[in-house]
């Protein structure tokens, strides 16, 4: 299911507009991401929480040709499942 | 301070208008919408966001750390999230 078919099934299941369940989704998943940019948790009860993570810069090694690299410090936003989604996906 | 789901209602709310129980309405029932699918294995793609991915882990042999038990893992079904390269990039500017 892709971003414009959950639009349209919240449409449906919720009596709206196709453009306002648009609006709903899209301030949905930008107040995610802009909380995420600014490095902030989110917490969603029962559905999952995301987080950023910090990993550190290395020094690694290009395995094929065995050259060093540096792999510079980095962020990675994190997404843990939350008890009644893992539950009911696990069947 | 995390962002929960009120404060995204809160959002709704302001920015589009709706009432506020009818805000809190649609982001449960968007919420169930997505539960819905990934229950039904069918995965989600938001672009620009990310994946959610249903995967299909196969029974395995385990050990309890804390007692050292040998134990049986059961085969599972488990959601993984993998971000998209664009939300990724927001993440990591000013880094």
Same mark, same amino acid.
């Given at each position: ?40 948790r ?25 050259s ?18 893992k ?5 | ?6 404060k ?26 997505i ?14 966001f990310g ?7 196969? $029974? %395995? +042999?385990?050990?309890?750390?804390? #007692?050292n038990?040998? /134990?049986q893992? &059961? $085969? %599972? +079904?488990?959601?993984?999230?993998? #971000?998209?390269?664009? /939300?990724?990039? &927001?993440?990591n500017t000013?880094?």
């Amino acid at each position: 299911m892709n971003k414009s078919q959950l639009i349209e099934a919240l449409a449906k299941d919720q009596d709206l507009t196709i453009k306002n369940a648009e609006l709903v989704v899209t301030h949905f998943f930008e107040s995610i991401e802009e909380a995420l940019a600014n490095g902030q948790r989110v917490e969603i009860r029962g559905f999952g929480s995301f987080k950023v993570k910090n990993y550190h810069g290395y020094k690694g090694r290009n395995p094929k040709t065995g050259s060093i690299i540096n792999v510079s410090q980095k962020r990675l936003p994190f997404f843990k499942v939350g008890k009644e989604l893992k539950e009911r996906v696990d069947v | 301070m995390a962002l929960t789901k009120e404060k995204i209602i809160g959002t709704i709310y302001e920015k589009i208008g709706f009432s506020k129980s009818q805000s809190r309405d649609v982001v449960e029932q968007l919420l169930e919408i997505i539960k819905k699918a990934l229950a039904s294995e069918e995965n989600i793609l938001i672009s620009g966001f990310g994946k959610f991915v249903v995967k299909r882990k196969r $029974a %395995r +042999r385990g050990r309890n750390p804390q #007692t050292n038990k040998d /134990l049986q893992l &059961k $085969a %599972r +079904r488990v959601v993984v999230f993998k #971000t998209s390269g664009v /939300l990724r990039k &927001k993440v990591n500017t000013g880094l």
